[in-house]
Nanobody, 124 residues
């Protein structure tokens, strides 16, 4: 089970830190990712991280502004979001990919487990 937290309303240029808490003892066997979905749009990749946290990947739209990280000892993943813009407004989902052939998930189809989502709203 995945549970996101940390969303909310923030002004443009501000920051938020999302957390994703995972239950169970196998967190470090999953590569993880953050995805987002804005109204009327498809769910899109935001950032991904490998099982041990040594590798990361970002969508071009967030590169240099967002940072993904994980703490396997605490079964938690994070997304630090800086310099937020209105285009970042969406529901943000954390996801886990259990397949050994997925280095880190960059597509929703690669993910086996999803959180319920947390709303991020950026006002101008």
């Amino acid at each position: 089970q995945l549970l996101e937290s940390g969303g909310g309303l923030v002004q443009a240029g501000g920051s938020l830190r999302l957390s994703c808490a995972a239950s169970g003892r196998t967190f470090n066997t999953y590569s993880m990712g953050w995805f987002r979905q804005a109204p009327g749009k498809e769910r899109e990749f935001v950032a991904g991280i490998t099982r041990r946290g040594g590798g990361t990947s970002y969508a071009e739209s967030v590169k240099g502004r967002f940072t993904i990280s994980r703490d396997n000892a605490k079964n938690t993943m994070f997304l630090q979001m800086n310099s937020l813009t209105r285009e970042d407004t969406a529901v943000y989902y954390c996801a886990a990919a259990g397949s050994a052939i997925v280095f880190l998930p960059t597509s929703p189809h690669e993910c086996d487990h999803w959180g319920q989502g947390t709303q991020v709203t950026v006002s101008s």
